[in-house]
């Protein structure tokens, strides 16, 4: 059952290098977003730049598991 499973690892592997990139950026987006968030705590939009930064950053992996969860056994 799990013989194809490293050829999808394999297969997502470019998919998952331009993600990781992306995910630099939102580690990026997430410190500007914390820092802004503590000089002014009354911005709202915050919030919502920091949870885009946090699935930035999640991508990567999330992009290998369906990558390797559609590739059929």
């Known amino acids: 059952m799990g013989e194809c ?4 690892f394999l297969l997502g592997l470019p998919f998952s ?3 990781l990139i992306l995910s630099l950026l939102g580690v990026i987006i997430w410190i500007l977003g914390s820092l802004l968030s503590c000089l002014c705590p009354c911005c709202f939009c915050c919030g919502g730049l920091l949870n885009l930064a946090v699935s930035l950053i999640k991508l990567p992996l999330n992009i290998i598991r369906w990558f390797i969860k559609s590739i059929p056994c």
Request: no cysteine; hydrophobic share 45%.
């Open 5 to 8: 499973r490293p050829l999808g």
């Open 17 to 19: 290098f331009l993600s």
